[in-house]
């Protein structure tokens, strides 16, 4: 059984920073290309970010140059370092690999 489990999320204000982890148990790690995907109230869920196992990464649009996505194989953890927070930022963030998803972490961008 797999499990994602995130950490990190918090209130920050605007113009801060914040770095998500996503633990991964299970085998699943060193060959699934990992995502960030976030969820805002009342908006569906979109993607954020996206890792390879070769390391090749993928961003949205809104948040490319402001996030950086990696991924600590022999810890079986990645990460989301997030800078420059915006208000629209805030949102559930979910780790997600093949069909498995985490419970979510919140993140909230305010004054």
């Known amino acids: 059984q797999v499990q994602l489990v995130e950490s990190g999320g918090g209130l920050v204000q605007p113009g801060g920073s914040l770095r998500l982890s996503c633990a991964a148990s299970?085998?699943?790690?060193?060959?699934?290309?990992m995502y960030w995907y976030r969820q805002a109230p009342g908006k569906q869920r979109e993607l954020v970010a996206a890792i390879t196992p070769s390391g090749r990464t993928n961003y949205a649009d809104s948040v490319k140059g402001r996030f950086t996505i990696s991924r600590a194989d022999a810890r079986n953890t990645m990460f989301l370092q997030m800078n420059s927070l915006k208000p629209e930022d805030t949102a559930v963030y979910y780790c997600?690999?093949?069909?498995?998803w985490g419970q979510g972490t919140q993140v909230t961008v305010s004054s």
């Open positions: 997600h690999a093949m069909t498995y």
């Open positions: 299970g085998s699943i790690f060193s060959i699934a290309t």
